[in-house]
């Protein structure tokens, strides 16, 4: 697997961005075909598993349409559920723990770019992990760099700029923390 640097600029005209585009012309076929037709859960794990590079667990299911821009950073642990609707640019790396919940509309964003107008059109990686039985509710926006705690909740429509804590409960434009979840 190709592998980018984290929180580093890469320009538009270096060989690792003409790379990052001969993987999106590759895994584009891919993911088209995820979101055109009824697809059976095995077939999605299937398609997953080539458009991912790795092995997708039988417990991971997906609700149709599933969106990305690139397909080859993302890692689904087991029991994972993923709505209609979402959409992982996964360019800087996107990790889905055992037993997330990504409910539909979500956004998980790994990619930004640079403040500099003169390197604008650059990109900067920074992965987002979700950690295990975490939920992310309906049109959630998760942005890049940020870690989702364990057993966290990200309420719908929430922006999240920055780390949740473990068991906690976070909404709102930017997200804050809300609530703290007692955990038997």
Avoid: C
Avoid at 30 to 56: C, M, N, P
């Amino acid at each position: 697997m190709q592998s980018f640097p984290p929180n580093r600029i890469i320009a538009p005209d270096s060989p690792e961005f003409a790379e990052i585009h001969r993987i999106v012309a590759e895994n584009a076929p891919k993911i088209a075909e995820l979101s055109g037709a009824y697809k059976t859960q095995e077939q999605i794990r299937a398609l997953l598993a080539d458009i991912t590079g790795t092995e997708i667990d039988d417990s991971l299911h997906v609700n149709l349409p599933f969106y990305s821009d690139f397909g080859r950073h993302i890692r689904i642990g087991k029991n994972v559920f993923i709505n209609s609707g979402a959409m992982f640019t996964d360019l800087g790396g996107i990790t889905l723990e055992d037993n997330v919940l990504i409910a539909p509309r979500v956004n998980i964003l790994s990619v930004n770019h640079p403040e500099n107008p003169a390197q604008r059109r650059g990109l900067v990686l920074k992965p987002v992990v979700i950690r295990k039985n975490a939920w992310i509710g309906a049109g959630a926006t998760i942005l890049p760099g940020v870690t989702v705690g364990e057993n966290s909740i990200v309420a719908a429509g929430a922006v999240v700029a920055k780390d949740v804590p473990p068991n906690s409960i976070v909404g709102g434009i930017p997200a804050r923390v809300l609530k703290n979840i007692a955990t038997a």
